[in-house]
């Protein structure tokens, strides 16, 4: 079990007038070690076990008979207490930062054996090294110049073994221990640099000056209970800002054009807050200046806790390569496009236990267009996408939660609730949104209740549908669909079409025109390949 060592806090409340100052509190310490904190699932006590080489890193798969993680069932592998290379990858024990402090590494390393021709252990903070040897004797080693390292939100400490040229030999004991101590006062109040509550004035520039000292001390943002002016967009570039509590802290942008929050660079958050527009106008040409959260290319970013009260397009927009996101616990509503939208090569992002209401385009959505390339032109099909447990409800003129180009999409556990046209959609597009393929989409486990309302549109509760390229490897497991339109299962379009299956879902009476329309692809019912509709 994790020792957690915690300082003694020091709680001073000042009242003046409208503001209360956040309380100080002393310096905290937690303590991570790698073998009481190994598990079996990636990510907890903020561990990751991995295979690397060079500066790029991927997680290895749990092996349950040998109670470690490798790449195979063989090397390299990560266990609670040792590390073995591979061949052609390092084994590596990865731990990411859970906020800003300073670490404190202790821990030796001991060689399981002085054959071979020795091991390169190395501790790198990002990509920078702080400390490597090359050990070939079963002597106990001691890194130095691993003592408090300042860290932020997302900083990865990574602990590698390389097998110098052999792996013969190279099994290596490392139970290191990461100290980690958060700064007293993480955070600085936009009041402390002129932001007024409640006054209908301008706090653009107190708030934008509190992010840039912000980013320059490590800290984060402080917004405090009560609602404060935006005149523009508001960019935060690898700053976190939180508010006092998700109803009380409100971000009021008064230009409906211009009124986004941006988020970029490295771990930018958003937490424990509302943003709202004074009025919106029509969506026109959906540009981004006119959604509500808009992340251009982050990495390690969140959106947690926060209300999203209108906007004239988007609720959330996620674009530019943004990757290892979390968007979790927020209300988003009353948008005038999607309600939460994820596009341009964006990866490995977690859209969990989110509510959706009222927006007028669909209220989740994985877009992959087709003019989302590099700069040499390669397709960045958006990917690794999971949408998990949101309640989605009252789209009222689209879809509920929809795939258009990508791959590797998880569906898993939603409720979706009076939509316009499809529960959920799969699908590619032509014309001006010219998608891209799909593939590997599942659908787990969720519930559907009066969906595909429009039974003019024909589309069905769960519909895969092809204009142009190719979908494959759809699964839809488990679902349970009621109050359906037109038809509760269906695949449609001209384009081509792959494989299609529809497992175990329960159905609860049928579309007004029947219970599916098949007119494309190998579709299979509980393992049964269906006949298409002509």
């Given at each position: 079990m994790k020792k957690r060592q915690i300082g003694i806090s020091i709680l001073s409340v000042m009242l003046l007038g409208w503001s209360q100052i956040p309380a100080h509190v002393d310096a905290a310490s937690t303590s991570y070690q790698a073998s009481s904190d190994f598990a079996t699932t990636q990510g907890q006590h903020n561990w990751h076990y991995q295979q690397g080489s060079g500066n790029t890193y991927s997680n290895l798969t749990y092996n349950t008979g040998a109670s470690r993680w490798d790449l195979n069932q063989s090397y390299p592998w990560v266990s609670a207490n040792a590390q073995h290379p591979g061949n052609t990858a390092d084994a590596v024990r990865t731990w990411i930062s859970p906020g800003t402090g300073t670490i404190t590494i202790s821990g030796s390393i001991t060689k399981g054996s002085a054959d071979g021709d020795g091991i390169q252990a190395t501790i790198k903070k990002d990509n920078t090294t702080l400390w490597t040897q090359k050990i070939t004797t079963t002597a106990d080693q001691n890194p130095t110049g691993v003592t408090q390292i300042p860290v932020v939100k997302g900083t990865q400490i990574h602990f590698m073994i390389n097998k110098v040229q052999s792996i013969s030999f190279d099994h290596t004991l490392w139970n290191p221990t990461i100290t980690y101590t958060t700064p007293d006062n993480p955070y600085l109040s936009i009041v402390d640099f002129g932001a007024i509550p409640n006054d209908s004035k301008d706090d653009y520039a107190a708030i934008t000056k509190t992010i840039t000292e912000a980013k320059k001390q490590g800290k984060e943002v402080y917004v405090p209970a009560g609602?404060?002016?935006?005149?523009?967009?508001?960019?935060?570039?690898?700053?976190?800002?939180?508010?006092?509590?998700?109803?009380?802290?409100?971000?009021t942008s008064t230009d409906p054009n211009n009124g986004s929050i941006d988020l970029s660079g490295t771990s930018p958050a958003l937490r424990k807050l509302t943003h709202t527009y004074q009025?919106?106008?029509?969506?026109?040409?959906?540009?981004?200046?006119?959604?509500?959260?808009?992340?251009?290319?982050?990495t390690n970013f969140t959106i947690?806790?926060?209300?999203v009260d209108k906007s004239s397009a988007a609720g959330m927009l996620i674009r530019g390569q943004a990757n290892q996101g979390t968007i979790t616990n927020n209300i988003v509503q009353d948008t005038g496009a999607d309600g939460i939208h994820t596009t341009d090569g964006s990866y490995n992002i977690t859209i969990a236990n989110n509510k959706v209401n009222r927006t007028l385009d669909d209220m989740i959505a994985v877009v992959s267009y087709g003019d989302d390339k590099d700069s040499s032109g390669k397709l960045l099909p958006t990917h690794d996408v999971k949408i998990l447990n949101n309640q989605v409800n009252g789209s009222t003129e689209a879809r509920g939660i929809s795939v258009v180009g990508g791959h590797d999409v998880l569906i898993e556990g939603n409720s979706i609730q009076n939509t316009y046209m499809a529960g959920i959609l799969v699908a590619t597009e032509a014309g001006d949104y010219n998608t891209q393929d799909v593939n590997q989409?599942?659908?787990?486990?969720?519930t559907l209740n009066s969906t595909a309302t429009n039974l003019g549109g024909g589309h069905p509760s769960l519909l895969v549908t092809t204009g142009p390229g190719k979908i494959d490897n759809v699964t839809f497991n488990d679902n349970t669909i009621s109050e359906a339109g037109k038809y509760v299962f269906g695949t449609l379009g001209s384009g081509t079409m792959g494989t299609i299956n529809f497992n175990r879902n329960n159905i609860i009476g049928t579309g007004k025109s029947g219970l599916y329309i098949f007119k494309n692809g190998n579709v299979f019912v509980d393992g049964e390949k269906k006949v298409l509709t002509k």
């Open positions: 609602n404060f002016t935006l005149s523009q967009i508001l960019k935060v570039d690898s700053v976190a800002i939180h508010g006092e509590s998700q109803d009380s802290s409100i971000l009025t919106t106008v029509e969506r026109g040409n959906g540009a981004n200046e006119k959604n509500s959260i808009t992340v251009h290319g982050a947690d806790h926060v209300t989409v599942t659908v787990n486990n969720n």
